[in-house]
């Protein structure tokens, strides 16, 4: 579980502003359980997705991709909701190329790429709207992507629109190693998660768990990422 945090406008990089509190904690307690989860495989892509938009996703991405790279471990960050892209302005940078550059072979990934505060995490935007985002994310030219990147990082993470919105989460989770599915606590309904699950599954998606967000606690009360 992760507490509720207040932000004005912003999506909160708390791993990274406040990396001893205790919400930054509880993404390292997420970090490990994914990691323990893959303890006879490697995992060399997350992507992580909810039932709806507003349940948190986006933070919860770009918080766990903080704390891989505060591992050790070289992390490249990728904007994938093709339709509402919103990484970019909490990274405070723009959005002229990214992902959907390099899968149209209008820019090189090595162009596209952002450096970060945060070392070791590199940040690729999602660039240009374009008209069709699926079929997209489903071409040849993201396996071609996901193989260049995989020589470069050690762990690709995806930030996707919600799995029950649009296609594209579906089509993501074919794609990754593992799927992380945030779920916002007094918000997401029970039937909604079943079928974003039941969704990604039957695309062959592999689910690891679920990051229950917002949850309102007393101070010293227990945090944990609910394991499937």
């Keep these: 579980m992760i507490r509720k945090q207040k932000h004005k406008g912003r999506v909160g990089i708390i791993a990274h502003e406040q990396p001893k509190?205790?919400?930054?904690?509880?993404?390292r307690n997420i970090?490990?359980?994914?990691q323990f989860s893959a303890v006879d495989s490697t995992i060399r892509s997350l992507m992580v997705t909810s039932a709806n938009a507003g349940e948190g996703k986006t933070t919860t991405a770009v918080n766990l991709a903080v704390v891989f790279a505060q591992q050790g471990k070289k992390v490249?960050?990728?904007d994938t909701d093709l339709r509402?892209?919103?990484?970019?302005e909490e990274l405070r940078t723009d959005n002229n190329r990214g992902i959907t550059s390099v899968l149209s072979k209008q820019a090189t990934l090595e162009k596209c790429i952002r450096k970060t505060k945060e070392?070791?995490?590199d940040f690729l935007p999602c660039g240009v709207i374009p008209p069709?985002?699926?079929?997209?994310l489903g071409s040849a030219a993201m396996e071609d992507f996901l193989k260049e990147a995989y020589s470069r990082y050690d762990l690709v993470l995806f930030d996707t629109p919600p799995a029950l919105v649009v296609t594209d989460a579906q089509v993501m989770a074919n794609q990754c190693d593992g799927i992380i599915l945030v779920v916002r606590?007094?918000?997401?309904?029970?039937?909604?998660?079943m079928k974003a699950t039941a969704l990604l599954q039957h695309a062959k998606g592999k689910m690891l768990g679920a990051v229950l967000n917002d949850i309102k606690q007393k101070e010293n009360g227990s945090y944990y990422y609910m394991q499937k």
Excluded: D, M
């Design 119 to 121: 070392s070791n995490l």
């Design 21 to 27: 509190s205790a919400v930054s904690e509880q993404y």
């Design 132 to 136: 069709n985002p699926a079929e997209l």
């Design 76 to 78: 490249l960050l990728v």
């Design 31 to 34: 970090r490990t359980n994914i």
């Design 185 to 193: 606590s007094g918000r997401t309904e029970r039937e909604k998660v």
């Design 84 to 88: 509402k892209p919103a990484l970019h």
